[in-house]
């Protein structure tokens, strides 16, 4: 699969408005064939900081970013930015998340 995590900080008078503005790319993303998950998150210290976790099947992931969603998302989603994201991606032999062993439960 393709793992990807993002940062994006959000200007500050559009952060508690965050889920909202990508409120329809998301739940795109998420309904395409080969995405397995698409999950935001917000930085307990910074609040106008998100962290998006997204991981696609090998070849969903060029299917991703050549979407109609993905193409609207780049001219509306910038303008509510006060920097580029930040990315790391890797692929890696696994299609789910493993097990945190050390913390295992019992």
């Not at 397995?36 to 099947?57: C, G, I, K, Q």
């Not at 970013?65 to 001219?75: N, R």
């Amino acid at each position: 699969m393709i793992f990807i995590t993002a940062k994006f900080r959000i200007k500050p008078e559009d952060a508690d408005r965050w889920p909202e503005i990508t409120r329809e790319f998301t739940a795109a993303t998420r309904a395409e064939p080969g995405c397995l998950w698409f999950d935001w998150s917000r930085s307990l210290d910074n609040p106008a900081e998100y962290v998006l976790v997204e991981a696609f099947h090998d070849d969903a992931a060029a299917a991703h970013v050549q979407s109609d969603h993905f193409k609207t998302a780049q001219k509306t989603l910038p303008p509510h930015l006060v920097a580029t994201p930040k990315i790391v991606n890797f692929q890696v032999p696994q299609d789910d998340w493993s097990e945190l062993g050390e913390l295992a439960v019992e």
